[in-house]
């Protein structure tokens, strides 16, 4: 019989709902393997491949997107796991499918996710289920995409999970007291260092360890033997403040640097310091599955070095920033950043936002066991960022390779302190630690300025085709004689969208014949067929009404508030989110119009905005009001550069830079998948709670949205590139949409990294065009011009000189201007048009 520890891929709680980072381990037993040494042993192709043994290896030839080969059985269920040996160079996760005498029926209910590699080598990897009753098929989906698949053996593995958790470690009076949990419906007898314990059914027991007093950061550890199972290990670092010991001081290259670096002479672990106060540590500096390597300090280059059997660490000091360089030729987990202080904003980039004294890995946006998250799949971290802001320091960290595997818990649930823990984990690290008094967002700035923004990908097409594809779009499956859809589709009903008719205006020059509009259906507004129509009066009294209904709803002090579904959870009935669109909307009215009753509401909304932290609570039709979200970013930068523009209040720039800011880490700034860079995942949570997990999974529309608003930005603060981050978002984009095929030329919702596979609702492609010719310098919407006594919007560029409008227009057009707000002027275009003012 095959024996294996293997491990649950569930994570626990303990019984006050913190983490238990210690994966339940479990005794694997061999019910059935199949080898392939004569033939495919009943595995047979089932969709889009073709199944054959050769040499021991059962070969697919996966031919489609969707493969998949199954077999029959007669064998024992309940818990089980299917475990594989393969290779193959196909995308994205496989799966697993199951059927028993009691469920005959292939459902998505009994289907798990099979985790794959597609480098051409050979892995193992693991899937677990649970299938009560007797198992009559299995189904493997390998992939989801065509190529080759090699699968050297298939093991069914019986699943007994250990009896015993260690749930909790608390440090108390010089021991470290672990909590340990029994599962069993039946006491539990155990050893640890020789001495036997029992614990009732369903009961916890404690066990007390001792902290020795030699080191400032102390392994606490308990091994359990519990009969055949493997051995059930924890340890915890203990941070010890009294205990001093032997320090090296480490030189910083700059003498007014406030930050200093002491490093214990054993390299075990370093402390921090920022104006003489201690503000983190590193510990331990790094540790091979909670041992300490022994090291010694060896002499030569900057910064301090240590070398030991089979591990080298070098840590330097140069102003603020601390570099570490690990070497091991064992995994190993380092460097254990652990920030102290009370929390007051966390940031993992593209898994958490967190505000003051929040936990990671909460419930609070995801419900489902991927709300566990403090060591996630790294193509879901968008870039190399973790970070933490307390009322001592901000303490960031960036690194190079983006293959190791970073750690993010708050508070510490590993250690069970009460400090924020941040390491990597894997053989060749790289990192670099930031340590100073500023906001998470100008952490994001930080991370950013070590390599600057990325390369652009590489257009898809050209600019003309560009808009051919977008036509097509526009002329496809939207389109009816009623109108536009917003997505293909018949759930959305098709109207005479005006966004949709000024974007084929824009791209034509011809206006469609409409005899009615209906403002909206992009995502990006665009008015201007009703100035080339001669209705421009009918959209503006659409948007004073739209004014008044925002000023009617909003309270004395600027606020706007949510009460709805998605409230559930939240500290508060608003956000920053929930308040940003309406001040964005209501400052864009005064910007064409001058109105100064909506600019004095749109002014108050901006200075109450100030008290947020995070960006969430834009799109509470699905996601909850707590999350997290990129769009709030978007209408925050919006609202506060309109706010600038129309106030010169440089307070509001500041404010307007710091929530660009904001939305970066939604952005990934890195790839490994011909479509991912600038890719835009949209909140850090779930629809429902529940699914789709929109963590890692890019939907492009909104990041269009954040980008639109960075052209904004870009004409007032120079500290990043904004135009070449938005137009890097837009290349993602226009990479994403369908090249061909029904739905050619629209965006599809959200675009799956692993399996570069678009996937639906799709969605007009009216806010590309507006974002390529607001970064292009073009007219979008409207051109507004404003001196000290004249305001004037138009559908071509305008300026104001000497008391007229000049107005770059096109020869032959009828349009109109808006004058002050109020006045409607009518244009039969020369090509450069002039409109008095006095």
Excluded at 540 to 554: P, S, V
């Amino acid at each position: 019989m095959h024996l294996t520890a293997t491990i649950l891929l569930a994570m626990l709680c303990s019984a006050d709902g913190q983490i238990n980072p210690v994966p339940r381990t479990v005794l694997s037993e061999t019910a059935h393997e199949w080898t392939f040494d004569r033939d495919t042993q009943g595995w047979a192709a089932q969709n889009d491949c073709t199944v054959s043994a050769e040499a021991g290896v059962l070969r697919i030839n996966s031919t489609g997107d969707d493969p998949f080969l199954h077999c029959g059985m007669d064998l024992p269920g309940g818990p089980v796991a299917i475990q594989i040996r393969a290779r193959g160079r196909t995308a994205g996760t496989g799966r697993v499918f199951w059927t028993t005498d009691r469920s005959p029926d292939r459902s998505e209910k009994r289907a798990v996710s099979l985790p794959l590699h597609h480098d051409g080598e050979w892995h193992e990897t693991t899937a677990r289920f649970d299938a009560p009753g007797r198992l009559r098929d299995l189904r493997i989906d390998p992939g989801v995409a065509p190529g080759q698949f090699e699968i050297d053996w298939i093991r069914l593995l019986k699943i007994t999970p250990h009896p015993l958790t260690v749930d909790d470690a608390r440090h108390e009076d010089g021991r470290v007291r672990f909590v340990v949990k029994n599962h069993a419906a039946e006491p539990v007898e155990f050893t640890i260092a020789g001495k036997a314990h029992t614990v009732d059914a369903g009961a916890v027991a404690t066990v007390d360890r001792p902290i020795a007093a030699t080191r400032p950061v102390e392994p606490v550890s308990i091994e359990i033997e519990c009969g055949k199972f493997p051995t059930l290990r924890r340890t915890v670092f203990v941070y010890r403040p009294d205990v001093d010991g032997r320090w090296i001081d480490v030189r910083s290259n700059s003498p007014s640097s406030d930050v200093s670096l002491q490093v214990a002479a054993d390299g075990s672990a370093a402390r921090i310091r920022r104006g003489g106060k201690v503000v983190a540590i590193l510990g331990p500096i790094v540790h091979c599955d909670g041992k300490l390597p022994t090291m010694k300090p060896v002499e030569g280059g900057p910064g301090v070095r240590f070398r030991g059997d089979g591990v080298s660490l070098d840590l330097t000091l140069a102003g603020n920033e601390i570099a570490v360089a690990i070497d091991t030729k064992k995994p190993c987990e380092g460097p254990v950043v652990r920030a102290l202080g009370s929390l007051e904003q966390g940031l993992f980039a593209g898994l958490e936002y967190l505000g003051k004294g929040e936990k990671s890995s909460s419930t609070l946006d995801i419900e489902t066991p991927e709300h566990v998250r403090y060591a996630p799949d790294p193509m879901k971290v968008t870039m190399p960022l973790m970070s933490f802001v307390t009322d001592r320091a901000s303490v960031a960290m960036t690194w190079d390779d983006m293959t190791l595997q970073p750690v993010y818990a708050t508070p510490n649930f590993f250690d069970c302190d009460t400090d924020h823990r941040m390491a990597l984990r894997g053989r060749k690290i790289r990192a670099t630690i930031c340590i100073d008094g500023v906001s998470a967002e100008e952490t994001v700035y930080w991370a950013v300025q070590q390599k600057g923004l990325p390369p652009l990908p590489a257009p898809p097409r050209s600019q003309q085709q560009q808009w051919d594809l977008c036509l097509k779009g526009l002329n496809g499956p939207l389109k009816t004689d009623a109108g536009w859809g917003h997505c293909a589709g018949e759930r959305w009903g098709r109207q005479p969208f005006a966004d949709m008719a000024s974007t084929v205006y824009r791209l034509t020059g011809k206006a469609p014949e409409l005899t009615r509009l209906v403002p909206g259906g992009g995502h990006v507004r665009n008015g201007t067929i009703y100035f080339v129509t001669g209705r421009a009066e009918e959209l503006l009294g659409h948007y004073r009404r739209e004014a008044a209904g925002f000023i009617q709803r909003q309270q004395a002090d600027g606020s706007y508030h949510y009460d709805g579904k998605y409230r559930r959870g939240h500290f508060e009935d608003t956000a920053s989110g929930v308040c940003a669109r309406p001040a964005a909307m209501l400052l864009e009215f005064a910007r064409l119009t001058g109105d100064e009753q909506a600019l004095a509401a749109g002014v108050r909304t901006l200075d109450y905005m100030k008290r947020f932290r995070t960006p969430r609570g834009a799109q509470v039709w699905e996601v909850a009001l707590h999350t997290p979200d990129q769009l709030a970013s978007a209408y925050l930068v919006w609202a506060y550069v309109r706010g600038f523009e129309l106030t010169g209040n440089k307070e509001y720039l500041t404010e307007a830079r710091r929530w660009a800011l904001s939305g970066v880490p939604f952005t990934y700034l890195w790839d490994s998948r011909p479509i991912m860079l600038y890719s835009t995942p949209p909140v850090y949570g779930a629809t429902n709670w529940v699914a789709p997990n929109w963590m890692g999974l890019p939907v492009q529309w909104v990041g269009g949205v954040y980008a639109y608003a960075l052209t904004m930005l870009a004409p007032h603060d120079d500290s990043l590139d904004w135009n070449h981050l938005a137009r890097g978002i837009l290349l993602s984009a226009e990479q994403q949409q369908y090249p061909d095929g029904p739905h050619v030329g629209l965006l599809p919702d959200s675009f799956h990294l692993a399996a570069q596979r678009r996937q639906p609702a799709d969605i007009n492609p009216t806010a590309l065009v507006s974002l390529r010719l607001a970064l292009d310098g073009q007219v979008d919407f409207l051109s507004v011009a404003a001196d000290a006594k004249h305001r004037v919007a138009a559908p071509f560029p305008v300026v104001i000189r000497n008391g007229k409008a000049h107005i770059h227009g096109k020869a032959g057009v009828k349009y109109q201007v808006l004058v002050d707000g109020r006045k409607i002027v009518e244009v039969h275009s020369q090509g450069e048009d002039v409109v008095e003012l006095e």
